[in-house]
T-cell receptor
Framework: AQTVTQSQPEMSVQEAETVTLSCTYD???????LFWYKQPPSRQMILVIR??????QNATENRFSVNFQKAAKSFSLKISDSQLGDTAMYFC???????????FGPGTRLSVLP | EAGVAQSPRYKIIEKRQSVAFWCNPI?????LYWYQQILGQGPKLLIQ????????DSQLPKDRFSAERLKGVDSTLKIQPAKLEDSAVYLC????????????FGNGTRLTVT
């Protein structure tokens, strides 16, 4: 069975600072994909960043980057220059290539403070 | 491109009543998912369709929940009869087939069962 764990239920960061959200996962598959989604109070889930497990290079999208440690099964999200609009729930998700089911973690509530 | 459309946005019903949710995925997306998100938790998969066939409904409470995806496009999720513990946000998502394709979510329906 696939599982995703996010050990930080809540975090806060000052505006313009950097914050890292943790995610660990477990899967027996060798080919899989990892995602971070953001869910603001408006409720719509928005893709932040994705990583293919076969790629060693860490993905980057503007102020968002990941630290993917395949052996440790760790997939953390770093947000640089935090903005008030980054305030949201953040979910880590795992998708295997076969079946294509997404498994989500419990989420981390991030508050960006002015 | 138009996003995933869901309706209604909110629904309040009494226990033992029935309710139905509708979803129209992004054009061309073969895979459609229904997730249940209880307050403060990550989304939990209820059912996954590939075109109009069911791929995974292992977590769908089949004694009260049903879903269909006629013609491989729109989908309807029904609850009959509703219980208090069904109070949650019901998220519809769609994606292209293929490993790295992300989920695209609708705005969700917030269901309150009184």
């Amino acid at each position: 069975a696939q599982t995703v764990t996010q050990s930080q239920p809540e975090m806060s960061v000052q505006e313009a600072e950097t914050v890292t959200l943790s995610c660990t996962y477990d899967t027996s598959e060798s080919n899989y994909y990892l995602f971070w989604y953001k869910q603001p109070p408006s409720r719509q889930m928005i893709l932040v960043i994705r990583q293919e497990a076969y790629k060693q290079q860490n993905a980057t999208e503007n102020r968002f980057s990941v630290n993917f440690q395949k052996a440790a099964k760790s997939f953390s999200l770093k947000i640089s220059d935090s903005q008030l609009g980054d305030t949201a729930m953040y979910f880590c998700a795992l998708k295997n290539n076969y079946g294509q089911n997404f498994v989500f973690g419990p989420g981390t509530r991030l508050s960006v403070l002015p | 491109e138009a996003g995933v459309a869901q309706s209604p946005r909110y629904k309040i019903i009494e226990k033992r009543q029935s309710v139905a949710f509708w979803c129209n995925p992004i054009s061309g997306h073969a895979t459609l998912y229904w997730y249940q998100q209880i307050l403060g938790q990550g989304p939990k998969l209820l059912i996954q369709f590939q075109n109009n066939g069911v791929v995974d409904d292992s977590q769908l409470p089949k004694d009260r929940f049903s879903a269909e995806r006629l013609k491989g496009v729109d989908s309807t999720l029904k609850i009959q009869p509703a219980k208090l513990e069904d109070s949650a946000v019901y998220l519809c998502a769609s994606s292209f087939s293929g490993g790295r394709s992300p989920l695209h979510f609708g705005n969700g329906t917030r269901l309150t069962v009184t």
